[in-house]
Structures are given as C-alpha cells and as structure tokens.
C-alpha cells in the first residue's frame, strides 16, 4: 500500500525573506500583499503577536509599530525560485514521478510503500528530506505521513504544531490498531480544516451536527453522497484509511488561465488612460504565458465601475502568446465595452483555452475577417520579437524594453509604466533572479 | 552561464566530418553548478577579503549542500550579516545559526 506525505513549506513568504536576510531569523515578519494592503504571510513570531491572515494592514497597524515588525512586499520572482528549488531537492531524492507540486508552498509526495517500508523508516525518510530542504535552500518544512492524500494533508497539520515538524498517521503495520490511533487525532481536528472541505460545506456540515473529522468519516454515506456528492464520498473514504485520490500528473495540471488585474487608486474615466493600463496587463501576462511557453486562444477584457461590470472576450483565430497582438486585441474589447460617463475602478485581463506553444499548427486557412490576420510569417516574426523582449528584460532587468502601448503618453518619464504595477514599497531585491540584485557580502 | 554554440552550419557540399562530435561543447553549468537547486550567486562589496583571494565585486558561487570545512571558505552570519571566512580547524561553528553556506568558485572580471 502506498504511502503518502504532505510537505509544506512553514510561512513560506516569510521564510523566503530570511533567507538572504538573515538578521530577520529572530525578528517577527509578515508579507504584504499587492498594493501593500492586507497581510498574506507571517512568521511565528509575527503570528504570536496576534496578527491574522488576511488582515488589512490598517487594522494591524498599531501592533506592526509597536513590536517593529518588519514588513516586506510580496516578492514573487524570489519566492517562485526559491519554491522551485524546494521541488527539486525533493525530486532528487525521491524522483520526479514521486513529486506533486500542488501550490507555491506544498507538495504531495509518494513517500513509500507499506510493503516495503516499515513507520519507522518512513519517518526517517521525512527527516532527512526536511533537513535536505533546510540546508540546501534554507526553507524550514513541515512533512505529514500517511495513507491517504487527505489524511497526509491532516497529519501535516499537527506536524507544524508539533516540535519536530513530522507527524505520521502511518503508524502501525496493523490497520485495525492504526485506524484507532487515526479515530483518536480526527476527534479533535476540525471539519472545516480538512483538506477539500471549503466554508460553504464547512456551513452545511456543522449545521447538521457534524464538527470533527471524526464526526464526518462517521456521517451517513448516503446523506453525505446526496449533500456533498462524490466529492463527498471520496473525503469520508480517505478519512476513513482507504485511498482514492492518487498522485495529479504534470498534465492534469496545465493552467487553465492566466491573467493580470489591478484596482485603480484613483477612479478613471479617460480611454487613453485604460488603454495604457490594459497593455501593462496584457504584457505582463503575456510575459507569463510565455514563460510556461504558452499560447492563448481566447482573450477577455473586463471593466468595472461602481455601477457596472463589463465583459468581452474575443477568439483567436490562431493562438498567440505575442504581446503586441494582444495588446491589440485587448485595446479592440476595450473600445467596443468602453463607456465615456462612467469612472472605472478596476480593470484586467484573462487569457483562458491555453495551449502548449509546442504543439501549436500554424493556420494556413484564412480567417473570414481576413484584414485582422497577419500573414503567417508576421506571426511568427511577432512571437520572435516578444522573446526577445523576454530575453532582454531577463538579462539586462525589468523593463529594459517595454511596449510603446504600455507607456503612458503624457507622462514622458520612462518609468510611466510603473504606475500601473503593485506598489510596493517593502521589497525585497529580486536576489536570486535579477544580477543587478546579488545579494551582498560586506 | 552559458557558453554558447555557434550556430551549426549545414553544409551544402561534402558532410562535415565533426558532425559525429556533435553537442560535445562545453556547459559553463555543468562545471560549475553541479548541485543548481542549492547554488546561490552573491556579490562581494567589500576589500577585506583581499587575503582570501576575493576582491570586491566578485561574483561568488554558494553551494549550500557542501558541509563545511576546514581550509573551506564559507558564508557565515555575524550579528545577521553575511561575511566570509577560510574555516579553520579551531573554529566554532553552528550548523544552524552561523553558517550559509559553502564557496565554491570566485567570478571575475579582468
């Protein structure tokens, strides 16, 4: 029988921001979020203190000052590479197919198998695996064990209270003693903690009488399968030791889409204005597709005032990930959605049907709007010059080169772009990513 | 990090008789970050480490999977700054709180 484990990185955001920083180790941290508003990330010490996920700094403010806690802006291009890293000292030791990179921070692993390995081992295994992680990219984990994927998700809950940061609920090689040991930790684990059990069923379920996990696996299947459905059935399976779920493949788990929306901090009602903000999202999330190489086949423009949500989204006749036709494409939604007497207070832009840049045919047909498709050898030109501007702002920094679209034509200073970027006024340098950022040994 | 292959040239005429060698160029990567998922990059701005061999703005490669030891030059933290310093044998050191991690190669300019 397999066994499963649920590594997760401990207040990954923060622990990113100490690794370069050092000084940081014993000081309370917490991670703003885009625009600096609400806190998304702590350390314990920031934790001990009070402050609550999600808080808006506002709310928290007078703590903040009162114990100094030091506040970074979310850094994604370190946390990205620092997550990447955790994955792979992980692969290494466990091999690729063994790894499910879930989110940023977690990871189900395939830790080894009942037949072969005995509680003991596979506890060993998860120590060494948290000590590899820590030494080699500085990130402190928190590792859960067991038989199933929602089992190992509980386990790593009380890991990260726990001292050692490694709790198995694999204890016994005989089910019915493990299965008692498994009923004593669900008595006291909250269902709405659990793995798959969002607020709204969290709701439903503690308004019927259920409030543990224990409650839960014990629950009447036919009652859960009618109110929560398979998704249902399949959490009181694995609650109960019998897995269902298997490890997700790399392919299960293409983007659905990818997309790029900011809140104004002034309203605004001028068509320049949006047009120069959508081609800073579009860009960038351009940039993003390309990256994960790729393409898009529809696009969406969206604009928001007080009174009204509007919508467009057009299909492309040939998938692209070129900046420079989307920001076309997205300018032609603008235009047709945009209305002069409103005062927008958030635009964006989503790229959905994404498909590898790889597998992707060029059309030879020609579109029935023939005067909007560029010759095939303008498209291909296009997706050249947009990784080139990839390479160039990857190589020499941010924003060497940028979009003439993106800047804004009054404002003539070439960081007119920037307006239309998170503010950020706690970052921390991009260290691992950017040359100009090295960090520095004095 | 990359050195770069030249762009092979399909001869039209006679096949070249290097292309049995194909793809044996050499990877900068390969020599010098072995281990890329525990290798950092960090910059000197300082001229104390003269005696070291290290001048101020050297690139440094960090590989944190090495442990340290003596006649190593490491990473170390002093009251939360990030020094260098050769190991020697009467140091004291704790793996948790004062080391970073392990220098393997000096980049430099000339």
């Known amino acids: 029988m397999k066994i499963f484990a649920l590594l997760d990185c401990n207040n990954f955001y923060a622990s990113c921001e100490r690794v370069f920083e050092p000084r940081l180790l014993s000081r309370p941290v917490v991670v703003l979020s885009n625009n600096d508003g609400c806190i998304i990330a702590r350390s314990n010490e920031a934790k001990a203190l009070g402050i609550k996920m999600g808080e808006p700094v506002f709310m928290c403010q007078h703590i903040l000052d009162k114990h100094q806690v030091v506040k970074r802006s979310a850094n994604f291009a370190l946390y990205g590479d620092l997550s990447d890293r955790v994955m792979n000292v992980i692969s290494e030791i466990l091999g690729i197919p063994a790894v499910e990179v879930y989110s940023i921070d977690e990871a189900f692993l395939e830790l080894g198998d009942s037949r072969f390995s005995s509680p003991a081992e596979l506890n060993y295994l998860a120590r060494d695996i948290q000590f590899q992680v820590e030494r080699q990219v500085g990130i402190p984990v928190s590792i859960g064990i067991a038989r199933t994927k929602v089992l190992a998700k509980v386990a790593n809950k009380i890991a990260k209270t726990n001292r050692l940061g490694v709790f198995s609920l694999y204890s016994s090689q005989d089910l019915i003693e493990e299965n008692l040991r498994i009923d004593s930790v669900l008595a006291s684990f909250p269902v709405g903690d659990i793995w798959g059990v969002g607020y709204r069923y969290a709701k439903t379920l503690t308004a019927n009488g259920i409030h543990t996990a224990l409650d839960l696996k014990r629950a009447n299947h036919a009652w859960i399968r009618e109110k929560l459905k398979i998704h249902g059935a399949r959490l009181q399976s694995e609650l109960a030791n019998m897995p269902c779920l298997e490890l997700a493949s790399p392919e299960d788990k293409l983007r659905k889409s990818i997309s790029c929306s900011r809140s104004f901090g002034d309203r605004v009602s001028e068509l320049s204005t949006l047009e120069t903000a959508l081609a800073n999202f579009t860009a960038s999330a351009a940039a993003k597709l390309r990256s994960q190489k790729l393409s898009t086949r529809e696009l969406r423009v969206f604009l928001s005032s007080m009174e009204r949500y509007d919508t467009l989204s057009t299909r492309l006749f040939q998938a692209s990930s070129s900046s420079s036709v989307l920001i076309g494409l997205a300018h032609d939604l603008l235009h047709k959605i945009y209305q002069a007497n409103y005062r927008y207070k958030k635009a964006g832009v989503i790229f959905s049907d994404l498909v590898l840049s790889d597998s992707l045919q060029l059309s030879f047909l020609k579109s029935p709007d023939t005067a909007a498709l560029p010759e095939i050898h303008t498209l291909k030109k296009q997706q050249t010059i947009s990784e080139l501007v990839d390479q160039l702002n990857s190589k020499i920094g941010v924003n060497t080169i940028s979009w003439a679209a993106t800047l804004d034509t009054k404002d003539q200073s070439a960081n007119s772009a920037e307006r239309w970027r998170a503010s950020k006024n706690h970052c921390s340098p991009a260290y691992t990513t950017d040359w100009r950022s090295l960090p520095n040994i004095s | ?110």
């Not at chain 2, 292959?5 to 049995?20: L, N, V």
């Open chain 2, 1 to 110: 990090m990359f050195v770069n292959k030249p762009s092979k040239k399909r001869t039209s005429g006679f096949p070249s008789p290097a292309e049995d060698f194909a793809g044996a160029s050499l990877d900068l990567n390969q020599r010098l970050v072995p281990r890329p998922a525990s290798t950092f990059l960090m910059r000197v701005s300082s001229v104390q480490y003269k005696h070291l061999g290290i001048n101020k703005e050297d690139i440094l490669i960090i590989d944190r999977s090495l442990l340290p030891r003596p006649g190593k030059t490491i990473v170390t933290i002093v009251d939360g700054a990030m020094r260098l310093l050769l190991l020697g044998s009467h140091h004291r050191l704790n793996l948790q709180t004062d080391f970073w991690g392990v220098v393997t190669y000096v980049i430099r300019k000339l």
